[in-house]
């Protein structure tokens, strides 16, 4: 089947850490172009970090520029699994995280109209 799972989400406290994954099930993963979104409480959905099919030129959103790293590791056989290693947490980080993938291309998005799959979204939550 299909999808995308992400996992890693939790509560953390300011200056903390977090790493997000997401399982990217289907071998069409492995020449996608992939990112992750985070929507806060009454806010729109928001572009995280974005990265092209083999991980390279990895694309950072001001707010976390220099805090997140972005990954993507393929395997021809069974999907990709991306990663957004989040250090120096804020409050304002708070928010649902949502992995995407854009099946059709393998160049970095920034935006969420190119994408096709999205995950069912993560919690984190920062503490002050």
């Known amino acids: 089947q299909v999808q995308l799972v992400e996992s890693g989400g939790g509560l953390v406290q300011t200056g903390g850490s977090l790493r997000l994954s997401c399982v990217a099930s289907?071998?069409?993963?492995?020449?996608?172009?992939m990112g992750w979104f985070r929507q806060a409480p009454g806010k729109e959905r928001e572009f995280v970090a974005g990265?092209?099919?083999?991980?390279?030129?990895?694309?950072?959103?001001n707010p976390v520029k220099g805090r997140f790293t972005i990954s993507k590791d393929n395997d021809e056989n069974t999907g990709s699994t991306l990663y957004l290693q989040m250090s120096s947490l804020k409050p304002e980080d708070t928010a649902v995280y949502y992995c995407?993938?854009?099946?059709?291309?393998?160049?970095?998005?920034?935006?969420?109209?190119?994408?096709?799959?999205w995950g069912q979204g993560t919690q984190v939550t920062v503490s002050s």
């Open positions: 289907g071998r069409i993963f492995v020449t996608s172009a």
């Open positions: 990265i092209s099919w083999n991980g390279d030129n990895p694309y950072y959103a």
């Open positions: 995407a993938a854009d099946v059709d291309s393998s160049v970095v998005f920034t935006t969420a109209a190119p994408c096709d799959y």
